[in-house]
């Protein structure tokens, strides 16, 4: 072996005698090492994994009693009665694993796929979000250890090198390298059907419990080997690094160095913070990645679609040669004062024109087109024959570009909203080119003020109000008031954030208010609801099958089943008086059948009297009619009489019976379309819409944007809220699923996240699905 060559990327070089590197070993020899980092493989994974998997287990648990939502408190339950099941098995199966890839190793065989090798070739365009998260994950997770454990991993390479016949392995080839750890605990949670949010909460206690280790676990091994004279007087030192990516990597190498870019993040992301300070930090680390990745995918995107192959030496701030493959002249560089002048007089134009149109059609305002902004600003830019745009700034115009791209498309926004601050476009780029910090600095008041503003009209505006309201005006102005005064001060947008800020957050308390004043009477009808509900229920159970006469129905479907509901409400359903209110039923159901013993009319006639006082008492208690009232004692106790006769009385017409129950189904809060019997479609729909979270927006078929603020299980009622916190109605679940199977009714996706970092998600992803299909045009 080359003394002064390096190992791969990480710059080692090895000083043991080649002739002992190459030399073979005997079988036995081969099969007695291996067997021994087998063993002291299995006494780290039994040491640590246990660990691992109780924290895992137990931060679900956690997870699971503080759900917000009934969705998320059926999915973490689910996830922990999973690990549970498998705790026992857990980590022999993890060692299976393992054991797989020492015999794969020892047959020549082992390969794991990494990064970018999940997905090559027509796999790449069918790879969905969930997949790509996981990968990230791992390839983060990989990174980070193949750093950090460096030195021992090379020289346990080298030496298992010397097992594998001499030939040469890597990470891929290493059964124990942090890939083939990730890679058998990916294979295990695969058969756990998890959620992403599981999986990369399990990877994050995975990596703290077993691979942050790792170190131990190889120079254990490595000494193990030295010690049996594997390369026992192997040593290395270390070489300066070379940069990862370059500007001449391939396109498949950006792919996988942006991943990593992003990957801490993003698995911190994936599960749920523990505190909001805990929560903030983690969005502002994500988004910083999100940018690094995005720029170093920016950049080879545009050498591979652009006219020249760029140099080895290319570097950020060197000249830009569009996609299109037009050239931008040939001098040393455009002064970045030109281009802000540029954008300048361009923003005064937008300003002029948006104050036209709003004065036109009034609020109807039509979105500013980002790509014509964009060509009006390379049309200036190709008139300056002899200067050239720094490949930093066509990045920032392209950047800028795709953020307003994602405005116009964002289904939260409403597409009044979209068109307001479509207008943003030119001061945005005119600040990029001001204050390059923009897009890194996520506390830029810049940034705040387009989450506040979207925010505000996700929340507030709605496109079916012929008077979008308050806070319609205020974006407006807002919007105005920016284009109109920003030139080089930074400060209008935080004295405009400050104002704006200051806005909402006096209309945020009044909606809040509303709301939960309509929430608090929505409960209270939905405990009567559920009370009746319970009433209704227990009544026609007992009268179901039985001929009964009308006065007895009457009594029993309305106002006795008024009172039971108001005992359930005022006593609570075990209490003494409701237990007496339920069981006169089966009494008075009794007291109406036809004697024929002695002994039988003997007690009805002692019940009677009980019986009547209980009937008065209720009517009383509920304010029933008196005439009514004692019209049906008159008649309860003529069926009595009859009884005694041995004689049955005279059963309801059954129109009459069906519209007695359909009564006290509508005082119940059923209507006749409840009655129906579900299709599939709708019986799929109902129980998704069990798992619906609070705050989840819909949209109706005329563009109202309706909130589910409260949702009651027991009776599967759902109240919706406007824009303003009112109550609009409370519905059924199946009211709402035929409603949104019938298209008068869709959920809006909806994300917890700022508006900002899901914009820069979106690009990113944007861009990555850009690169793999030109990855695969070049392969």
């Not at 008041?445 to 506040?452: D, E, S, T, V």
Request: proline fraction near 4%.
């Amino acid at each position: 072996m080359d003394k002064n060559k390096t190992h791969g990327d990480r710059g080692w070089v090895p000083e043991a005698d080649a002739r002992q590197v190459l030399e073979p070993l005997p079988e036995a020899r081969i099969k007695q090492c291996l067997q021994v980092c087998r063993q002291l493989t299995h006494a780290y994974v039994q040491t640590h994994y246990g660990d691992f998997w109780q924290t895992w287990l137990a931060t679900l648990e956690k997870r699971e009693q503080q759900a917000s939502s009934n969705k998320d408190a059926v999915a973490l339950n689910e996830m922990v009665a999973l690990l549970q099941h498998r705790a026992a098995t857990s980590a022999d199966d993890f060692l299976r694993r393992l054991d797989i890839g020492f015999d794969e190793f020892r047959q020549q065989k082992l390969q794991a796929p990494v990064g970018q090798e999940r997905f090559r070739g027509e796999r790449l365009m069918l790879v969905d979000n969930a997949e790509l998260e996981e990968t990230i994950a791992i390839t983060s997770i990989c990174h980070r250890a193949d750093t950090d454990q460096a030195e021992a991993l090379w020289a346990l390479q080298q030496r298992l090198s010397l097992l594998n016949e001499g030939r040469k392995i890597d990470e891929r080839s290493n059964p124990l390298s942090p890939i083939q750890f990730c890679e058998a605990l990916r294979r295990q949670m695969a058969e756990l059907t998890l959620d992403t949010r599981g999986k990369i909460m399990g990877y994050k206690y995975f990596e703290a419990a077993l691979i942050h280790s790792l170190g131990d676990l190889y120079n254990g091994i490595n000494q193990a080997l030295a010690a049996a004279g594997v390369l026992e007087n192997l040593r290395y030192q270390i070489h300066a690094p070379e940069r990862p990516v370059t500007q001449t990597s391939s396109l498949s190498q950006v792919l996988e160095a942006a991943q990593q870019e992003l990957a801490a993040p993003s698995q911190q992301r994936a599960y749920e913070p523990e505190d909001e300070l805990q929560a903030q930090h983690e969005s502002q680390r994500h988004q910083q990645d999100l940018v690094g990745a995005i720029r170093l995918l920016q950049g080879h995107l545009a050498q591979a679609t652009g006219s020249a192959e760029p140099s080895a030496d290319t570097a950020p701030g060197s000249h830009y040669t569009p996609a299109s493959g037009r050239p931008l002249g040939a001098g040393s560089g455009l002064d970045p004062a030109a281009l802000i002048d540029m954008v300048n007089a361009m923003q005064a134009v937008k300003l002029a024109g948006g104050r036209a149109l709003v004065t036109e059609v009034g609020d109807r305002l039509q979105p500013l087109p980002v790509g014509l902004v964009t060509d009006e600003l390379m049309a200036h830019l190709q008139a300056r024959t002899s200067d050239e745009v720094r490949a930093d700034d066509m990045q920032l115009i392209e950047l800028v570009g795709l953020l307003f791209d994602y405005i116009l498309s964002d289904e939260q926004l409403p597409d009044s909203v979209k068109a307001l601050l479509s207008y943003l476009h030119t001061p945005i780029l005119k600040l990029t080119f001001i204050d390059e910090t923009f897009f890194e600095h996520v506390d830029h008041p810049a940034r705040q003020l387009l989450n506040a503003m979207a925010e505000a009209g996700v929340r507030w505006v709605s496109d079916e109000d012929t008077n979008p309201g308050d806070i319609f005006d205020k974006i407006k102005a807002t919007v105005f008031s920016v284009l109109g005064s920003f030139e080089r001060d930074l400060e209008v947008f935080a004295e405009a954030l400050q104002d704006f800020t200051a806005y909402t957050r006096n209309v945020a308390r009044r909606q809040e208010l509303v709301e939960k004043r309509a929430m608090e009477k929505a409960r209270g009808e939905e405990k009567l609801r559920e009370a009746k509900l319970q009433v209704n229920a227990y009544v026609h159970a007992r009268i179901r099958g039985k001929d009964l006469p009308s006065p007895v129905l009457l009594l029993l479907l309305l106002p006795w089943s008024d009172y039971m509901a108001f005992v359930i409400l005022r006593y609570g359903l075990e209490s003494p008086a409701c237990q007496e209110a339920f069981a006169l039923v089966d009494e008075l159901l009794w007291t109406i059948e036809p004697k024929v013993l002695e002994a039988d009319k003997v007690r009805q006639v002692q019940m009677q009297e009980s019986l009547m006082h209980q009937l008065q008492m209720g009517f009383d208690t509920i304010g029933y009619e008196q005439a009514k009232a004692r019209k049906l004692i008159d008649s309860i106790s003529a069926l009595q009489k009859l009884a005694q006769q041995s004689r049955a009385p005279a059963a309801a017409p059954e129109s009459m019976r069906s519209k007695l129950e359909a009564m006290a189904a509508e005082k119940a809060g059923q209507t006749p379309a409840d009655t129906l019997p579900l299709t599939p479609a709708e019986a799929d729909l109902v129980e998704k819409l069990k798992l619906i979270e609070f705050g989840t927006w819909m949209e109706n078929a005329q563009g109202k944007r309706l909130k589910v603020a409260w949702y009651n299980p027991k009776t599967m009622h759902y109240m919706l809220v406007d824009q303003q916190g009112r109550k609009v109605s409370v519905v059924s679940a199946l009211q709402l699923a035929r409603e949104m199977i019938a298209g008068g009714l869709r959920i809006i996706a909806g994300s917890a996240k700022p508006f900002f970092e899901r914009a820069l998600e979106n690009i990113y992803y944007s861009l990555t699905a850009k690169a793999s299909n030109t990855l695969l045009e070049d392969e």
